[in-house]
């Protein structure tokens, strides 16, 4: 083993042993936090989730969006009855929901 100025063993690059192919690019992750406090209009939802759509329609460029909503903001918002039936059409349609069970 070779040794550098300071006398300690000189480290080398790691080399692979086969060649890798290109690489390929890489991918944004866009999450959406839904809001903790349930809105009255559903105007600046909708908005953000043609956002979201418009996003996973780049499929090169973005991966699928996730939303995260917090059990007790769901909780919270199945009072309103225009809430599952937005999560279901627009929510879920447009990104995931890790945790997607019914509560």
Do not use: C
């Amino acid at each position: 083993m070779k040794q550098n100025e300071h006398g300690r063993k000189a480290r080398t690059a790691a080399t692979a042993e086969s060649p890798s192919g290109p690489a390929k690019p890489a991918l944004i992750h866009p999450v959406v936090i839904y809001p903790f406090q349930h809105p009255d209009d559903y105007a600046n939802l909708e908005e953000l989730y043609r956002l979201a759509a418009k996003l996973d329609s780049h499929k090169q460029n973005y991966a699928r969006p996730i939303t995260v909503i917090d059990r007790k903001t769901h909780t919270a918002a199945l009072r309103d009855k225009r809430y599952l039936p937005f999560r279901e059409g627009v929510v879920g349609r447009h990104s995931d929901m890790p945790a997607n069970r019914r509560w």
